[in-house]
């Protein structure tokens, strides 16, 4: 058959469309077929897997650190400050790796803002992280340390407002909803405590107490930072590695509890893997606890990772939306695994908390404002991912 023939056979039998319907069209072929899914996995591939990537890293590493945690509270309840100097030295040993410049005296890069200016967020940032993990010493269950560090847009509303902003009526509701939904939490989760020795009742007071304190100071941070960002540019790596690696010797007064802490959580009794990693931890037993703490820190940093990366590719009304369901996932993770009974008052409080902060996010997004930092929240910022 000639090469003219084959063209007018393959002309002839060409597939018609003219006046067909879309149910009429014929099939099409499977290599167009392929072509079309090759051509979607390789525009799309990439932006999937990487928006999986992103949320693996904060639903997975930010919820497993809360399990972690509780896991660790539970066992020993005055163990947060050990846990703040652990994460403090994890997070300034890699932080050194990124600030590492071989032409530089001390192998770091030349500071863009001046040491001293970093001084007063080193001392704050310490203060804040010590106070929030110090907090679960008095009563303060994992669940209502997560609802009451979810209303730190009331302090840091109160703080920007003597500070000379101003902000939008949906804000300003917001923050009101937020207030009473925290209040309502604090009170219906104490007023369940009620029942217990009424030595425990003063003690839950003070850990309240101590987290206000923190949100405050944590209040006063975000300001301050915002405006060593303004006049020196968003250096959030060198804020991070510096206000982790010069907290480091503010532990030592700390030390004696933290190396008895240490030792009670040695004490602990090797954790059962599942499968073939049973054989393991047969033949090398670790202390549970031990395992649990290496996981809090490991978590942590995906946790913040995650965070940073989102922040990076996307708004800042997505982040807050996927950090305030994270922190929702977290509540129910906590309750659920553990066995957390919350009043329903404290429940009702904690739907008003999360329902504000979506409000607040919108109030926020309504003005027009310039990001200046990476979007974390409060929590992440802090050095918590609970």
């Known amino acids: 058959?000639?090469?003219?023939?084959?063209?007018?056979?393959?002309?002839?039998?060409?597939?018609?469309?003219?006046?067909?319907?879309?149910?009429?069209?014929?099939?099409?072929?499977?290599?167009?077929?392929?072509?079309?899914?090759?051509?979607?996995?390789?525009?799309?591939?990439?932006?999937?897997?990487?928006?999986?990537?992103?949320?693996?890293?904060?639903?997975?590493?930010?919820?497993?650190?809360?399990?972690?945690?509780?896991?660790?509270?539970?066992?020993?309840?005055?163990?947060?400050?050990?846990?703040t100097?652990?994460?403090?030295?994890?997070?300034?040993?890699?932080?050194?790796?990124?600030?590492?410049?071989?032409?530089?005296?001390?192998?770091?890069?030349?500071?863009?803002?001046?040491?001293?200016?970093?001084?007063?967020?080193?001392?704050?940032?310490?203060?804040?992280?010590?106070?929030?993990?110090?907090?679960?010493?008095?009563?303060?269950?994992?669940?209502?340390?997560?609802?009451?560090?979810?209303?730190?847009?009331?302090t840091t509303m109160a703080a920007g407002y003597l500070y000379g902003k101003r902000y939008t009526r949906t804000q300003m509701v917001a923050v009101v909803l937020l207030t009473l939904g925290v209040i309502l939490a604090a009170w219906s989760d104490s007023q369940a405590k009620g029942s217990a020795e009424k030595s425990d009742r003063p003690a839950f007071s003070t850990g309240l107490i101590i987290l206000f304190v923190a949100q405050v100071l944590s209040a006063i941070m975000g300001l301050y930072t915002e405006a060593t960002y303004a006049k020196f540019g968003p250096q959030w790596r060198e804020n991070l590695f510096?206000?982790?690696?010069?907290?480091?010797?503010?532990?030592?007064?700390?030390?004696?509890?933290?190396?008895?802490?240490?030792?009670?959580?040695?004490?602990?009794?090797?954790?059962?893997?599942?499968?073939?990693?049973?054989?393991?931890?047969?033949?090398?037993?670790?202390?549970?606890?031990?395992?649990?703490?290496?996981?809090?820190v490991l978590t942590q940093y995906a946790c913040i990772r995650g965070v940073n990366l989102l922040a990076a590719v996307s708004t800042a009304l997505t982040v807050t939306i996927v950090l305030n369901i994270r922190k929702l996932v977290s509540l129910l993770l906590s309750i659920w695994l553990f066995g957390n009974r919350l009043a329903p008052g404290t429940m009702f409080g904690a739907i008003v908390v999360f329902s504000a902060g979506g409000l607040y996010t919108v109030g926020t997004k309504r003005k027009a404002v310039v990001v200046e930092e990476p979007k974390v929240d409060d929590e992440v910022r802090d050095g918590k991912a609970s």
């Open 85 to 154: 100097f652990v994460q403090f030295l994890f997070v300034a040993v890699t932080g050194y790796i990124a600030q590492y410049d071989r032409s530089s005296p001390y192998g770091l890069a030349p500071n863009k803002v001046p040491l001293r200016r970093w001084m007063v967020n080193i001392v704050l940032f310490f203060t804040i992280n010590v106070l929030n993990n110090h907090a679960f010493s008095y009563d303060i269950s994992v669940p209502v340390h997560i609802i009451l560090r979810s209303g730190g847009s009331i």
């Open 1 to 83: 058959m000639s090469t003219a023939q084959l063209r007018e056979r393959k002309a002839t039998h060409a597939p018609d469309m003219t006046g067909k319907r879309l149910g009429e069209l014929d099939v099409m072929e499977p290599d167009s077929g392929r072509t079309l899914a090759q051509r979607f996995a390789h525009e799309m591939g990439p932006s999937l897997m990487s928006a999986a990537v992103m949320l693996g890293l904060i639903f997975g590493g930010c919820c497993s650190n809360v399990y972690a945690l509780e896991a660790i509270i539970n066992f020993e309840p005055t163990s947060g400050t050990l846990l």
């Open 242 to 296: 510096y206000s982790h690696a010069l907290s480091l010797p503010l532990f030592l007064p700390f030390a004696p509890s933290m190396v008895r802490n240490l030792a009670h959580l040695c004490t602990s009794p090797p954790l059962r893997m599942p499968g073939p990693l049973s054989i393991a931890s047969d033949m090398l037993p670790i202390p549970g606890q031990l395992i649990y703490l290496i996981t809090n």
